[in-house]
């Protein structure tokens, strides 16, 4: 029971340095914004929109598994409050391809559709089997069939990102090369602990469980939007010393 407890206020505290975490970075990009030369602050104001809006949901989901350390709070986890941040987020995240490729043309909005839809099919099914999950406190074969889903459309996405954008960014300045190239391991590598995240539920079942599943999804959220968003940054900060 000790444990648990434990389990539980590691929980919490993670909330809040996720809460933390989202505003220092908004505050970050808003307050460098104006370092950038013109045609590349568009690159800050997404990052500082993307850790704005988790801001504001990880301040709503701080108390979601109780102040006292309650572990039956989690049963009643604000699931839908998790989901729309990423339909609002994951987005964000996959417009700052286009945006450091200086893609407007056709092509380029056409490569921005394909990666927003894949992203909304993958965020969807995600919420659709997830609540179904939580429903029947473990594994469901909908929750199972979404996954695939999800997976797959996450596989798609990365399809996109290493052979469209990697030929778009070849001849494209170092330091831009460079971080499309970085960012693109953030949605590998990055994007990767989301599923991990979502399977621990799959394969077994109790409160505990859930609260493993939030932990790590705190932690996938901190590395892939703050830094995620650094990378970006600096690479247009450095693209603005030298002109």
Do not use: C
């Amino acid at each position: 029971m000790e444990e648990v407890s434990l389990l539980v206020l590691a929980t919490q505290y993670m909330f809040w340095v996720g809460f933390v975490g989202m505003a220092a970075g908004t505050l970050y990009f808003l307050v460098e914004r104006n370092s950038l030369s013109p045609e590349y602050r568009s690159t800050a104001t997404v990052a500082a929109l993307v850790t704005f809006v988790a801001a504001i949901h990880y301040y709503f989901m701080k108390d979601a598994v109780g102040t006292q350390g309650l572990i039956s709070e989690i049963s009643n986890f604000p699931t839908e409050i998790r989901y729309i941040d990423w339909l609002v987020t994951t987005p964000l995240l996959l417009v700052k391809f286009p945006l450091l490729l200086g893609l407007k043309n056709k092509a380029g909005k056409i490569l921005l559709i394909h990666l927003i839809v894949a992203d909304i099919i993958m965020i969807v099914a995600g919420y659709l089997g997830e609540t179904s999950i939580n429903q029947a406190g473990g594994f469901t074969q909908f929750g199972l069939w979404t996954f695939v889903i999800g997976t797959l459309a996450w596989i798609y996405i990365i399809y996109l990102l290493f052979t469209n954008v990697t030929k778009a960014a070849e001849n494209k300045p170092a330091p831009i090369k460079k971080a499309l190239l970085n960012m693109r391991l953030f949605i590998l590598i990055g994007w990767a602990i989301y599923p991990i995240g979502y399977a621990v539920t799959l394969v077994s079942s109790g409160i505990e469980v859930q609260l493993v599943r939030e932990l790590i999804y705190n932690f996938a959220d901190l590395t892939n939007k703050v830094g995620f968003g650094l990378v970006a940054f600096f690479a247009v900060k450095t693209m603005s010393k030298m002109k």
